[in-house]
């Protein structure tokens, strides 16, 4: 059977000065304070660094025959941080930005589900208006997909862990309960369970399931991160070429960026 190409992104955070933002949107260097303009630069930076890398996955991976756009799309209001880490605070604006990202892949068959209520609307759902916008085949909060045989089940949520040896836990307790909705035949059995929204890359396989918690397309820098959280963050997507059931060929793509590497203060 001819492999079929899937593409698996998630929690762009358009709109954050961190989320993935294409050049229309990208913030400007400017001449303020010298602590003021070290602050804005390092966005600057940033911005330019995450999409350049997105651009450059896309040249090499295209062409696809289904993107899955796995939630958090736009970052929101921001009401936690008063607005201070967004580019724009308009929603529209926000979705926008996340159309152009999407509709970069040029993909035939485009996948989505809705992410977190913070982010992208609570009872708006932000995100239709992305899904109608780039032609999407659907958006649920849960979807299963048939690629040759393989069914995916897709869901934004994923509970994390606060320590590194559980990370796969919440992941691989979802596949269990698919086996369980299966077996009473109110879900499809699953072959690969696909969740995203801790910003953080984990894959397990076995001889019964498999599954994985997408990387982010969000780099380091929300105040709610460094502040609050100790774990890791994976910058990324995960896409692979699909024959059959069990006949896949994984391919995970996490990138370092050297502007996101904390230094010591030497004194």
Same mark, same amino acid.
């Given at each position: 059977?001819?492999?079929?190409?899937?593409?698996?992104?998630?929690?762009?955070?358009?709109?954050?000065?961190?989320?993935?933002?294409?050049?229309?949107?990208?913030?400007?260097?400017?001449?303020?304070?010298?602590?003021?303009?070290?602050?804005?630069?390092?966005?600057?930076?940033?911005?330019?660094?995450?999409?350049?890398?997105?651009?450059?996955?896309?040249?090499?991976?295209?062409?696809? #025959?289904?993107? =899955?756009?796995?939630?958090?799309?736009?970052?929101? +209001?921001? &009401?936690?941080?008063?607005?201070?880490? @967004? %580019? !724009?605070?308009?929603?529209?604006?926000?979705?926008?930005?996340?159309?152009?990202?999407?509709?970069?892949?040029?993909?035939?068959?485009?996948?989505?589900?809705?992410?977190?209520?913070?982010?992208?609307?609570?009872?708006?759902?932000?995100?239709?208006?992305?899904?109608?916008?780039?032609?999407?085949?659907?958006?649920?909060?849960?979807?299963?997909?048939?690629?040759?045989?393989?069914?995916?089940?897709?869901?934004?949520?994923?509970?994390?862990?606060?320590?590194?040896?559980?990370?796969?836990?919440?992941?691989?307790?979802?596949?269990?309960?698919?086996?369980?909705?299966?077996?009473?035949?109110?879900?499809?059995?699953? #072959?690969?369970? =696909?969740?995203?929204?801790?910003?953080?890359?984990? +894959?397990? &396989?076995?001889?019964?399931?498999?599954? @994985? %918690? !997408?990387?982010?397309?969000?780099?380091?820098?929300?105040?709610?991160?460094?502040?609050?959280?100790?774990?890791?963050?994976?910058?990324?997507?995960?896409?692979?070429?699909?024959?059959?059931?069990?006949?896949?060929?994984?391919?995970?793509?996490?990138?370092?960026?050297?502007?996101?590497?904390?230094?010591?203060?030497?004194?």
């Amino acid at each position: 059977m001819k492999a079929k190409r899937v593409v698996i992104i998630s929690d762009l955070h358009c709109g954050h000065v961190a989320g993935l933002t294409p050049p229309g949107w990208q913030l400007q260097p400017i001449k303020t304070t010298k602590e003021e303009m070290g602050k804005h630069k390092k966005w600057v930076k940033l911005e330019r660094a995450l999409w350049d890398k997105y651009v450059q996955l896309i040249r090499r991976i295209r062409p696809i #025959d289904l993107l =899955v756009v796995n939630g958090d799309c736009i970052d929101g +209001r921001g &009401e936690k941080s008063a607005g201070v880490e @967004l %580019i !724009t605070t308009n929603r529209n604006e926000q979705c926008n930005m996340a159309v152009k990202c999407i509709r970069r892949w040029n993909a035939p068959k485009i996948i989505m589900t809705f992410g977190t209520d913070y982010h992208v609307g609570s009872g708006e759902d932000y995100e239709e208006i992305i899904a109608e916008t780039v032609g999407a085949d659907k958006i649920g909060a849960h979807e299963w997909v048939n690629v040759n045989g393989m069914i995916l089940d897709l869901k934004h949520h994923i509970n994390s862990s606060s320590v590194p040896h559980a990370s796969g836990t919440a992941v691989m307790r979802d596949a269990l309960w698919n086996s369980l909705w299966a077996e009473k035949q109110e879900q499809p059995k699953a #072959d690969m369970i =696909v969740r995203s929204h801790i910003h953080q890359y984990f +894959r397990f &396989e076995t001889a019964i399931w498999s599954g @994985l %918690i !997408t990387p982010a397309l969000q780099g380091m820098g929300s105040r709610y991160g460094s502040r609050r959280m100790s774990k890791r963050v994976d910058w990324g997507l995960f896409w692979m070429d699909v024959r059959g059931k069990y006949d896949y060929d994984p391919h995970p793509e996490i990138t370092r960026f050297h502007e996101q590497s904390a230094k010591a203060i030497k004194i």
